[in-house]
């Protein structure tokens, strides 16, 4: 636990919340670097032996420091658009590790994919093969890729985050999939070498992942058999995590469900976790406004708003709020921020010491989808995120200021 209390005082490492917050004032995002390496460690662990890149889903935490960091330690990238495969670039992660997914990639993004030479495209409809293979003709390249496909499998988790069901717009519909490897191989501009598929996120239990390696990898098997020269298998997103009560999937038991169906085919394994790897390595750190009483309830109000955080408001999502400075429960208390929306609430009931203006809290496991999902509604400024790594802190990006929100504005 990278975020924990010594002598009542929250810790980052070795380092005082309270004292970073200090210096870079509130609401800030801090993340550990040892629980980024650490949450990383367990899936290169995991699969250690086996051909297996790790590519961190960038959407999780795309700060460019935190891409550096993973991509040292031996992670390749999952991107979704230019703008990721650029950030993973500048990272310095090497191209042939990035993979591109994405139901709608532009033609530009898609060249400069093409450009970058990097690993894994994955194309997702009929459509976008006869626009891959137009573009590589244009630049008389082969483009190497691999089609996304939909296993029909329902992930189990929240409606917003499953992706690999029938009626979600990801991959390609099941029943189309062998016709469409068909189309691919007619294509002159085209060398097909995988076979990709993602099913959702925030999943808890083995089952569905089981589900749909076991189709895949069939599916690849068939290929291969057809004289497909397959190289590569691309699993998909990582594991879900604990935020409340949630019992999340050990990383050594989806290793041993994932080479159980892929050893056999003999491919390179890719895999695109985020969550698993970013989420519990931040936290959002605000100081509360004041304590505002109305209708018998308590609310303590914020600096930190849905802007910064949006997952609890888009998804209603849970995430564990703790005082920065540690006591015995003493109220309860609906943790709110200062946008003006409804859905503006991190928290209700929760159970916190007496908290007044000025107190911080620690908005937890907010290291994935936190600072990616930002943004300026309410003309807000963006949060500065902040690296501990042991006794050291650095600022890997500024408070945004004003001028730097309007700077694109022409009035
Ligand atoms: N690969 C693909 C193609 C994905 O679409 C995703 C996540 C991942 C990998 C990473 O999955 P993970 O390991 O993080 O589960 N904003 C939502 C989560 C959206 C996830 C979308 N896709 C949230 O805050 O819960």
Redesign the pocket.
């Known amino acids: 636990m990278s975020f924990a209390y010594q002598n009542k005082k929250l810790m980052c490492e070795g380092m005082a919340v309270a004292a970073i917050a200090a210096q870079a004032g509130t609401p800030c995002y801090l993340y550990s670097a040892h629980q980024f390496r650490e949450n990383f460690g367990a899936y290169r662990n995991a699969f250690l032996g086996a051909d297996a890149t790790i590519c961190f ?1 960038v ?2 935490c795309s700060n460019i420091a935190i891409l550096k960091l993973l991509g040292t330690a031996g992670a390749g990238a ?1 991107t ?1 658009s230019g703008g990721e495969i650029r950030r993973a670039l500048l990272a310095g992660i090497a191209p042939e590790k990035i993979i591109f ?1 994405g139901v709608g990639k532009t033609e530009d993004e898609i060249a400069l994919a093409l450009e970058s030479g990097i690993g894994q495209l994955n194309v997702e409809s009929p459509e976008e093969l006869e626009i891959v293979d137009g573009i590589a003709a244009a630049r008389r390249a082969k483009a190497r890729i691999s089609l996304r496909v939909n296993p029909d499998v329902d992930a189990g988790t ?1 409606e ?2 499953s ?1 690999g069901r029938k009626s979600d717009k ?1 991959g390609i519909p099941w029943p189309e999939v062998w016709e469409t490897y068909q189309e691919a191989r007619t294509l002159s501009h085209l060398e097909v070498e995988g076979v990709a598929c ?1 099913i ?4 808890t239990d083995l089952a569905p992942f089981e589900a749909a390696f076991a189709k895949v990898t069939d599916l690849a098997r068939e290929l291969q058999a057809d004289g497909f020269r397959l190289r590569r298998i691309d699993l ?5 995590i604990q935020y409340r009560d949630e019992t999340a999937v050990d990383v050594g038991d989806y290793a041993a469900a994932v080479m159980q169906s892929v050893r056999p085919l003999g491919l390179q394994l890719f895999l ?5 790897i970013g989420a519990s390595a931040g936290a959002l750190i605000s100081e509360v406004q004041f304590i505002k009483h109305a209708e018998g309830r308590s609310f303590a109000v914020l600096d930190a708003g849905m802007n910064d955080l949006a ?1 609890p408001a ?2 209603g ?1 849970y995430h564990e709020i703790i005082p920065v400075r540690q006591g015995d429960p003493a109220e309860s208390y609906d943790v709110v921020g200062p946008v003006c929306e409804s859905s503006d609430i991190f928290g209700t009931n929760r159970r916190l010491p007496r908290l007044a203006a000025g107190d911080l809290v620690a908005i937890l496991n907010a290291g ?2 936190g600072a990616a ?1 930002s943004s300026n509604y309410n003309t807000r400024s963006l949060p500065p995120e902040i690296l501990v790594e042991g006794d050291q802190c650095k600022v890997i990006r500024e408070r945004q200021r004003f001028e730097d929100i309007i700077a694109l504005e022409r009035y």
Do not use: C, N, W
């Not at 998909?236 to 879900?240: A, I, T």
């Not at 695109?272 to 698993?276: A, F, I, L, M, T």
């Open positions: 889903a959407k999780a999952d979704v997914s929240h917003k985050i992706t990801f993602h959702g996120s925030q999943i998909g997103g990582g594991l879900g695109e976790p985020g969550r698993s997952r888009i998804y999502a994935a989808y999902m």
